[in-house]
């Protein structure tokens, strides 16, 4: 397994202190968009992938600017605290939508039925489909819309994801979104995740008729994590990106 280069070395400065795609931000969704793709097309035969254990501190940074750092973990449910003092409820599954989540024009709540936790451990050709119950709450209009989502999502194949964080053997995940009636998806998100890092390393969408991705530049334990080191950190792949 190839190892992790350079930038393994960040953290959270919300130690003192996501669009509705699964497990994102409003700052992730901003700041760490990259025009295009680079992955190595070399499969790999990795063995099957549990689910990570993950940790409170836990702090990954997407782009030269956007951290997300885990605040609280339960049974079901990860909560996170992302660059601009946000806090999302995610799903304990990377795949999954983001279940709580507000913003200054709207609040966003999902309900998940179904077992997409199925989906572990990771390997080829493994499949999972659950539904998704949302509603969107807009403060300016006083009105709520409810939509519901069927997500299938499936394990299309292994590669080596080379992202500013270094280069990884990963799980590529293809998840679409789809409302009842409808023939074509609504949304279509895919994930590269490795193993090695208990993370995903790269997530792409569609937004404006557009492809958009976010790829990891670094990641830090929360036992490592603090204040100064991301500090250092983020200055640090700022200074990378000037000419």
Do not use: N
């Not at 077992?115 to 403060?139: C, I």
């Not at 492809?211 to 603090?226: E, F, I, M, V």
């Amino acid at each position: 397994m190839r190892a992790v280069t350079a930038l393994t070395c960040i953290a959270t400065a919300l130690t003192a202190g996501c669009s509705h795609l699964p497990s994102g931000g409003l700052q992730d969704a901003i700041d760490a968009l990259t025009p295009a793709e680079s992955v190595a097309g070399i499969p790999r035969a990795l063995p099957p992938a549990p689910r990570p254990a993950v940790r409170v501190g836990d702090t990954y940074v997407f782009g030269a600017a956007s951290v997300r750092r885990v605040a609280a973990v339960s049974a079901s449910a990860l909560t996170w605290i992302t660059t601009d003092g946000q806090r999302i409820r995610t799903g304990r599954d990377f795949f999954t939508p983001v279940l709580e989540q507000t913003l200054p024009d709207r609040q966003t709540t999902s309900r998940l039925s179904g077992q997409p936790g199925a989906l572990w451990p990771l390997s080829v050709g493994k499949k999972v489909s659950f539904e998704e119950a949302r509603v969107t709450s807009l403060a300016v209009f006083d009105r709520e819309i409810k939509t519901t989502l069927r997500w299938d999502c499936e394990v299309v194949d292994t590669r080596v994801s080379q992202v500013p964080a270094g280069d990884f053997d990963t799980f590529h995940v293809v998840c679409s979104a789809r409302r009842s009636g409808l023939f074509l998806p609504l949304q279509t998100v895919t994930w590269d995740y490795a193993p090695s890092l208990g993370h995903y390393v790269r997530r792409t969408w569609f937004e404006g008729g557009q492809r958009r991705q976010s790829a990891l530049a670094a990641a830090l334990p929360g036992s490592l994590a603090s204040a100064p080191r991301v500090a250092a950190t983020l200055e640090r792949l700022q200074q990378m990106q000037q000419p």
